[in-house]
């Protein structure tokens, strides 16, 4: 048998989630039999010294304090990103003009029309992109659509998303690249999420009415005085979608207590679906069908039946974790780079996620019901 062609990684970014998507890149290779050796090639952050630090610890044979440096370097295929999001476009047509494929975390530009060229720019090119939504990847979700699309829940009327957590609770806390509104605000950060699973499983929203809240007004800037914030602690909006359903979604950075809520609650004729983050290897169904006296929402539990679990595990119940949907995602997007699949989530569906959070945005600057398209 030949050997796979080698497909060797440049990384931006060594924080949260350039951690994450080392440990992906990691444990692909192991898990799926994938179209190519993966070479951990080099990192790059924003001085020598961590990067030299971080691509000891991560397996990286290389580092740079140069991003740039990195992304002319000719022997690069394939470029992640996971620094600040204001930084994402800038860096991204660099590595497409250089003729790299680009992985690029969520939300893909701090604007819809930088989105937009980004993912010109990516089809121009003739190269794959994929933005980090490995939420999507969770077999649950796949669970939960395969049920709607069957009719188990018969005619869907309603829809409730919420993406909460707490990690810009502290009203003493600095302000941060996330506070500036380059950064986007709740709604971009997180509220992304909740827009890509509220559409992945429902199909487009037509229809927002927004409603974006800045709760912590100043933040201490570092030198001895404060900044005045303006981007959305909290971001709402009620929706109307293509298939005749109402919902909601929500992002909240202060919902003090949550580490990770990323929920939702699907209504139809039929059934229902209920689904949390903080527990997600479950989901739970409830069937009008069920005999009376004996109804109630049952919880199916994640197994090997739920492709693609049983790689990791041959057991049910013994549960994937969060570093396992990123090593999922990653799987699935170098099938589509060795053309056996078409782009999971790519640049242009990014661009359409940062639409929807700039319509609803505009929506509740304007308290005007908006068409999303």
């Known amino acids: 048998m030949p050997d796979k062609p080698v497909l060797k990684i ?5 924080g949260f989630m350039g951690k994450t998507h080392a440990f992906g890149f990691a444990s692909a290779p192991r ?3 994938l179209p190519y050796e993966i070479e951990l090639h080099t990192l790059a952050d924003r001085s020598d010294a961590v990067a030299a630090e971080a691509a000891r610890a991560f397996g990286f044979a290389r580092s740079t304090g140069d991003w740039r440096a990195m992304v002319a370097d000719p022997e690069i295929d394939l470029v992640d990103i996971t620094a600040p999001n204001a930084l994402h476009k800038e860096m991204a047509l660099a590595a497409i003009a250089a003729g790299k494929h680009v992985y690029c ?13 980004m993912a010109d720019a990516a089809e121009a090119a003739g190269v794959k992109t994929q933005v980090g939504f490995n939420y999507l990847c969770n077999p649950m979700l796949a669970q939960a659509r ?3 699309r069957s009719g188990a829940l018969g005619e869907i009327r309603s829809y409730r998303g919420v993406h909460a957590e707490d990690y810009m609770a502290d009203a003493s806390a600095p302000f941060t690249f996330r506070n500036d509104p380059v950064g986007g605000g709740a709604l971009a ?8 699973t509220a559409e992945y499983l429902l199909g487009p929203i037509t229809k927002v009415l927004g409603d974006c809240a800045t709760v912590i007004t100043s933040r201490p800037d570092g030198a001895g005085g404060t900044k005045t914030v303006e981007t959305d602690d909290v971001g709402r909006a009620f929706l109307r979608f293509e298939n005749g359903a109402a919902g909601t979604i929500e992002a909240n950075w202060i919902a003090m207590g949550r580490k990770m809520q990323h929920d939702f609650e699907i209504y139809g004729s039929k059934g229902a679906l209920l689904f949390s983050q903080e527990r997600f290897n479950e989901l739970h169904f409830y069937s009008a069908a069920d005999p009376a006296g004996q109804r109630g929402f049952r919880r199916i539990e994640a197994g090997p039946d739920h492709a693609p679990y049983g790689l990791f595990c041959v057991a049910p119940g013994h549960q994937l974790g969060f570093n396992d949907l990123k090593a999922i995602e990653i799987a699935r997007y170098l099938d589509a780079i060795a053309g056996r699949a078409p782009e999971p989530f790519g640049f242009r569906a990014g661009e359409r996620i940062q639409t929807l959070i700039e319509t609803i945005q ?7 019901w908006l068409e999303t398209a």
């Open 189 to 196: 950060d997180i509220g992304s999420h909740a827009l890509a």
């Open 10 to 14: 440049g990384l931006i970014g060594s």
């Open 31 to 33: 898990v799926f039999d």
């Open 362 to 368: 505009r929506s509740s600057r304007e308290t005007a």
């Open 146 to 148: 395969e049920m709607i």
């Open 105 to 117: 975390e969520k939300p893909l530009a701090p604007l819809a029309g930088d989105a937009r060229e």
